[in-house]
């Protein structure tokens, strides 16, 4: 059974950091491209940040280049997302993503809070 599991959200002051994980199981994780994606109150999902699956290359959403890293452990089934510099229009549900050619699997999403 497919499961992403993503933690480490919360509620955080402005300016301040988090790291998301997300645990993988029930597939070969490090053949798999891993993204994370967020979706606001009343918005469209948006991608944040994609990495491949060796973890040899990176791509960020424009607004989040120079704030946020996404990085990946193979030999632990995790990928994560550091975020630092909060803003409050980062307040989203956080969700993990992984992706192989027909194959697209989602996490059920942490809840982050950048508020004073």
């Known amino acids: 059974q497919v499961q992403l599991v993503e933690s480490g959200g919360g509620l955080v002051q402005p300016g301040g950091s988090l790291r998301l994980s997300c645990a993988a199981s029930?597939?070969?994780?490090?053949?798999?491209?891993m993204s994370w994606y967020r979706q606001a109150p009343g918005k469209e999902r948006e991608l944040v940040a994609a990495i491949t699956s060796a973890g040899s290359s990176t791509n960020y959403a424009d607004s989040m280049k120079g704030r946020f890293t996404i990085s990946r452990d193979n030999a632990k089934n995790t990928v994560y997302l550091q975020m630092n510099s909060l803003k409050p229009e980062d307040t989203a549900v956080y969700y993990c993503n992984a992706h192989k050619r027909e194959y697209d699997y989602w996490g059920q999403g942490t809840q982050v809070t950048v508020s004073s």
């Open positions: 029930g597939f070969t994780f490090s053949s798999y491209a």
